[in-house]
């Protein structure tokens, strides 16, 4: 049996505000894109950074929860797989794009910047915690929020997506 895992954890902060948006069937699709620093000593020992941007894509119920509470600035756990789409542009040549497909968020600049530690509780609804996207809302919000996907993989055509 061969083995494979494809995981992606990610603490940022989000570089514009998401886009959401319904596909044809009624799927609503939320996207946005986050930077994490890389930080090293150079020879000389000074400190250097290197920004990296992550386009994120969130599905359902979790990209609802992703296109209202989320904003440019704020910082964020994404957790999710990473997937690479390629298309023609209208030139003919071939264009690729790299995601992560988010099934986790958690939003980390809560009130004083502690992280807020509503619940998500993916296993009461009785599935299997990696297939249920979860969302922690901000701390006004009373009920956690879960979701999950109801549709399965590769239901949703690249040909759909909307960007």
């Not at 879960?146 to 960007?163: C, M, N, R, Y």
Request: aromatic fraction near 6%; charge should be negative.
């Amino acid at each position: 049996m061969a083995m494979s895992l494809n995981r992606a954890q990610l603490i940022g902060n989000l570089t514009r505000d998401p886009e959401m948006k319904q596909i044809p069937g009624g799927q609503v699709v939320t996207t946005f894109s986050i930077a994490t620093n890389f930080t090293w000593t150079d020879q000389q020992g000074q400190k250097q950074e290197k920004p990296e941007f992550h386009n994120i894509v969130a599905w359902r119920k979790l990209a609802e929860i992703c296109g209202q509470y989320l904003k440019k600035g704020g910082k964020v756990f994404i957790e999710g797989r990473i997937q690479t789409r390629n298309w023609e542009a209208e030139d003919g040549s071939k264009k690729y794009r790299t995601e992560i497909i988010a099934d986790n968020m958690i939003m980390l600049d809560g009130k004083k910047g502690e992280m807020l530690t509503q619940g998500m509780q993916a296993e009461h609804a009785g599935l299997n915690k990696e297939s249920v996207p979860t969302a922690m809302p901000p701390a006004d919000i009373e009920a956690p929020v879960t979701s999950s996907k109801g549709a399965q993989e590769g239901e949703i055509s690249v040909d759909d997506l909307p960007f």
